[in-house]
């Protein structure tokens, strides 16, 4: 059982910045992959990047060249670094883990981007 906690969310305006974190119980080595997903009200939950045990990355096309994840070994923890924040982003940002075939969700941050 892997616990993951967010942390970092918060009101912010267009343009602006925020850096997520997600804290695991446990060595995040021991995940295959790791994510942060979103959820925007009355819609599906989306991933909005992964990063693989080996540092290989993937990004929703939405995102591309504006967010960017990142992962400290060291720490358990990962990161997603979201610069150029649109009024679109906002949302709630869940932190995901894999491993086996067994998904890990954390409780999820609310980002909220308005003027």
């Known amino acids: 059982q892997v616990q993951l906690v967010e942390s970092g969310g918060g009101l912010v305006q267009p343009g602006g910045s925020l850096r997520l974190s997600c804290a695991a119980s446990?060595?995040?080595?021991?995940?295959?992959?790791m994510g942060w997903y979103r959820q925007a009200p009355g819609k599906e939950r989306e991933l909005v990047a992964r990063?693989?045990?080996?540092?290989?990355?993937n990004y929703a096309d939405s995102v591309k060249g504006r967010f960017t994840i990142s992962r400290d070994n060291g720490r358990n923890t990962v990161y997603l670094q979201m610069n150029s924040l649109k009024p679109e982003d906002t949302a709630v940002y869940y932190c995901?883990?894999?491993?086996?075939?067994?998904?890990?969700w954390g409780q999820g941050t609310q980002v909220t981007v308005s003027s």
């Open positions: 995901n883990g894999n491993r086996g075939g067994s998904e890990y």
């Open positions: 990063i693989t045990s080996g540092g290989s990355t």
């Open positions: 446990r060595s995040i080595l021991s995940l295959s992959s």
